[in-house]
């Protein structure tokens, strides 16, 4: 069994630093796409792309079978929606952006000249509190400043109604373990399961199918590149992986969020779209590995590509994979260093477990009981 000191090493990390540290708002993800095939180029043999931006790293191509692993590679962002006369400028989310966190909040623009910087401003707490309910961020009165006086000004910087914006927060490590950064929700995806890949190739590992290594474009608005791209691969089996809630964070209730902690491993999923032999591979892979992990259990839907993959082509078999993560959806975003190196370990072996040609069909069996 491969240890947990043997998964990421320093090209791994300077990957993962640059490619988050790289914009990639939902519909703008081809730059970053580009550094991550870039550093996948060494482990696959070639690459599919789509028109919108998705792309795979393909192993084995020319086999029949075929089986997936899959991120996304999108961030929540801003749009600029509207420019007042005297030079501020009015937003709309692109994906599930949070007002509350914005105020004091650096951007960037960006433009056909380039970035240009701003900060949404908020007035000072001495000016809100005056006997009254307080105000608080609204989409409606929260609006960035690139300082300017006019409309005319802005516009005369590239900035127009349209342009992306997104926050400028760069990786960190916390006490040795802890990787904190806007958009781990979900380049860390990427990141892990090109790392599959990367130790597919380094422990020789000669797989009877085709494995496509899968980033996906546009899941925070709805899973759209996922619906595109396996119309494009049509494989016979998925596994997605995605972050999930650090539900022991303040103001999360566990009756209703379920019970998930970063540092205890893996969270693995119950969800209609969740094929039940696929996770108990997954699951009988990580008790044969001693790889810990958790469940979850989702009560319509997964909320992930998984759902996009599952109900496509006539149902593809299909299963989650969650990386825990506290703080979703801000710039702070934080998850736990063994949970990535087990997401890896686990998808890894679990990959190795799939047999060429497996339907996966729930009625092998004479009898069909629970």
Known sequence: MMSEQTILNKKSLNFLEEYLNNAAPTGYESNGQK???????????EFITDAYGSAVGVINPKAEYKVVIEGHADEISWYVNYITDNGLIHVIRNGGSDHIIAPSKKVNIHTKKGI????????????????????????????????CDTKEEVLALGVHVGCVITYPDTFEILNGNKFVCRALDNRMG??????????????????????????????????????????????????????????????????SEGDSKIGAGPVISYAPAIQHNVRELI??????????????????????????????????????????????????????????????KLIFESVKQIKEGENFNYFKEKSYSL
């Not at 910087?117 to 400043?145: C, M, Q, S, Y």
Request: hydrophobic share 40%; glycine share 6%; proline share 5%.
């Open 116 to 147: 240009v910087k701003g900060v949404f401003g908020w007035p000072a707490i001495h000016t809100r509190l005056k006997g009254k309910e307080e105000d608080t961020p609204k989409i409606e009165n929260i609006t960035i400043d690139v300082g």
């Open 35 to 45: 550094i991550w095939m870039d550093y996948l180029k060494p482990y696959v043999d």
């Open 190 to 255: 990427g990141f892990m399961i090109a790392e599959v890949a990367r130790l597919i190739k380094e422990n020789n590992i000669d797989l009877p199918f085709g494995l496509y290594v899968t980033n996906s474009v546009q899941e925070e608005i709805g899973l759209r590149g996922a619906e595109m791209i396996t119309q494009t691969i049509k494989p016979n089996v998925a596994i997605i992986t995605d972050v999930c809630h650090d539900t022991t964070t303040p103001m999360i209730d566990k009756k």
């Open 283 to 344: 699951i009988e892979t990580a008790e044969k590995n001693d790889i810990p992990f958790q469940r979850h259990a989702s009560s319509r839907a997964t909320g992930t590509d998984t759902d996009a993959f599952a109900y496509s082509n006539g149902g593809v078999p299909s299963a989650l994979i969650s990386l825990p993560l506290r703080y979703m959806h801000t710039t702070v975003e934080m998850v736990h260093r063994s949970d990535v190196e087990n997401v890896i």
